[in-house]
T-cell receptor, first 114, second 112 residues
Framework: DTAVSQTPKYLVTQMGNDKSIKCEQN?????MYWYKQDSKKFLKIMFSYNNKELIINETVPNRFSPKSPDKAHLNLHINSLELGDSAVYFC?????????????FGEGSWLTVV | SQKIEQNSEALNIQEGKTATLTCNYT??????LQWYRQDPGRGPVFLLLIRENEKEKRKERLKVTFDTTLKQSLFHITASQPADSATYLCALDGSNDYKLSFGAGTTVTVRA
């Protein structure tokens, strides 16, 4: 029944490793997002896809690469992890892009890089 | 540069009182402004949306105002309860893009 589900919930990994976070939504939404929340709780958008097409690509290191195999899935792959990548990553979806749409968030993936 | 500022990081109030949270923005012309609630260890959950041509919106004990002249939104929780304790985030859309940008949030603690 979970609307937006992401895995894993917790991830502890060493610097230099490559890791992926997977996300799926069963709401039938066209638009999906990745947000990053840092230690100061500031929630910042990273990427957004609408119907599998990239529509928002913020200033994010190119070590971060999103992939949307279909409009219900948006995965995030991170190469060569750095200490500063430690944060909570939230996947989210909305019916369509644009500020009039409610965003539904997943429960977050806690990434710790050691 | 664009900024979204929410008043004081933390707000402590007595049960039954009204909590008032402020969201000020700079260099945005939002058509929509949203408020979300975030509990510790959870993702944000949508509460209310207000449009630029609306002055006020209510939902149960929640009230949001939107003043595009002052570039400010106020979020009120009336008759507050300990269960209202959470972090509240305001979010607004940018001009000509699809982004919903969030403030840093205000953490509300309601004492019984």
């Amino acid at each position: 029944d979970t609307a937006v589900s992401q895995t894993p919930k917790y991830l502890v990994t060493q610097m230099g490793n490559d890791k992926s976070i997977k996300c799926e939504q069963n709401l039938g939404h066209d638009t999906m997002y990745w947000y990053k929340q840092d230690s100061k709780k500031f929630l910042k958008i990273m990427f957004s896809y609408n119907n599998k097409e990239l529509i928002i690509n913020e200033t994010v290191p190119n070590r971060f690469s999103p992939k949307s195999p279909d409009k219900a899935h948006l995965n995030l792959h991170i190469n060569s992890l750095e200490l500063g990548d430690s944060a909570v990553y939230f996947c989210a979806s909305s019916p369509r892009p644009g500020g009039e749409n409610t965003i539904y968030f997943g429960e977050g993936s806690w990434l710790t890089v050691v | 540069s664009q900024k979204i500022e929410q008043n004081s990081e933390a707000l402590n109030i007595q049960e039954g009182k009204t909590a008032t949270l402020t969201c000020n923005y700079t260099n945005y012309s939002p058509a929509y402004l949203q408020w979300y609630r975030q509990d510790p260890g959870r993702g944000p959950v949508f509460l209310l949306l207000i449009r630029e041509n609306e002055k006020e919106k209510r939902k149960e004990r929640l009230k949001v105002t939107f003043d595009t002249t002052l570039k400010q939104s106020l979020f009120h929780i009336t008759a507050s309860q300990p269960a209202d304790s959470a972090t509240y985030l305001c979010a607004l859309d940018g001009s000509n893009d699809y982004k919903l940008s969030f403030g840093a949030g205000t953490t509300v603690t309601v004492r019984a």
